[in-house]
């Protein structure tokens, strides 16, 4: 019984190379002889071990593959290598086909490929250390990074919460002095008005006794009590209340105005030069511009259209690859991303590193572009047009020439007419090429400038027009 679970638990499976000497059931090869072109059992295999003569074979881990080590058209053992046909032959074929090629044992030609196998790997070991430091110090620079931006973001962060309270204590100051002023000035106008007040109660006082001597009948006592009257005085306040102006405190007003246009004339060439030197980090960390199309090549991905934004005379092919405008409309369900009036798509993948692409044209007014995210789709305001905002850069071709557009501004461009358009991106650098691509690289028109948020390949087309991304690494255009 033990031996009957034994064999069962031995037997070849589906997946196991199976004993060439048992007969009846099958069981699990150990080993494979490559002299025997066979492969044993436990218990077959036991004559190897043996028998003086096949002490000698070669064994090796279990193999189906041990009836290709025969020749097709001698069936013999292949034991000899051809090196003029760098293919492994038997005894016979050097006679009649391989006669007078360049031939030398297996066992030779292997243990030279060994040795070059031997020096592959220690180059490759050597290469994966050397990669595996350059990783390790890119780790590094990852945390120097975000080190040095986070302190920099923490001092920023302090400092202009200085700038704030310092405006915040100025702006107290002010109001305090303007109030204190303020009360000063109000205190001196009552003074003054309550002064005048007295006397105009005291002149109305006067005025009633000369009323009242006016209607005195008797002569005689009118005489003798008109003297008596004090003369009236001159007010000592009617001359000084024009001598101040009506303005009051608007020149304080025009002052902190003329105060907040020189801060922002200052902030502003501050932030120009805060933003260089941002610019200057991520440039001194960039690695240099490809100078080649095999160097351009490197940075090559495989670029997709955005079904959700094409617009609905855009036909999609070739694996959402290709952009070609139709007669009819295209049933694409509603999304919020689509373009609406214009025939255009942005790519399905987002760019934020460096990258490489070319585009196929055919056709005129075809726009190559890459746009934000967040570009107008809707309507037929020119701002949704690709190159027409501040959200996109477009490299327009029609009629056998070229135009850059940005913002609406226009940049002639002159260079070599290609149907195929390579464009290159730095995100992190701020550099945007476009090559003409033909039997040479051309640059077009390069941009040099500060992305801020992820950009989209884009193709906008005119009637009659098509455009595909194709993969330059298997391309022969050059």
Partial sequence: MAQRVQ???????????????????KRKAVKSCLNCLASYCRDHLQPHYNAPP?????????????????????????????????????????????????????AAERAEKQKELQESRQQIHQRIQDQEKDVKLLQQEVEAINVSADKAVEDSEKIFTELIRLLQKRSSEVKQQIRSQQETEVSRVKDVQEKLEQEITELKRKDAELEQLSHTEDHTQFLLNYPSLPA?????????????????FEDVTAAVSELRDKLQDVLRDSWRNIKMEITEVDAVKSEPEPNSRAEFIIYSGKFTLDPNTAHTMLFLSEGNRKATVMKQKQFYPDHPDRFTDYRQV??????????????????EGVYIAVSYKNISRAGRSMDAILGFNDKSWSLYFDKGCYKFWHDRVETPVSGPVSSRIGVYLDHRAGILSFYSVSETMTLLHRVQTTFTQPLHAGIGLSEGSSAEFVNPKYSSVI
């Fill in 7 to 25: 064999l069962f638990h031995s037997s070849a499976g589906p997946e196991d190379v199976a004993c060439d000497v048992c007969m009846d059931r």
């Fill in 54 to 106: 096949l002490q000698k074979h070669k064994l090796a881990n279990p193999s189906t593959k041990l009836m290709e080590n025969f020749c097709p058209h001698h069936d013999e053992v292949m034991k000899i290598f051809c090196r003029t046909d760098q293919q492994c032959i038997c005894f016979l074929c050097t006679m009649d086909e391989h006669k007078g090629h360049e031939t030398v044992p297996a």
């Fill in 232 to 248: 009236l005085r001159e007010s000592t306040h009617s001359s000084s209340i024009n001598i101040r102006p009506l303005r009051h």
């Fill in 346 to 363: 942005l790519s399905r993948e987002s760019l934020t590193e460096r990258c490489y692409w070319e585009v196929e044209m055919r056709g």
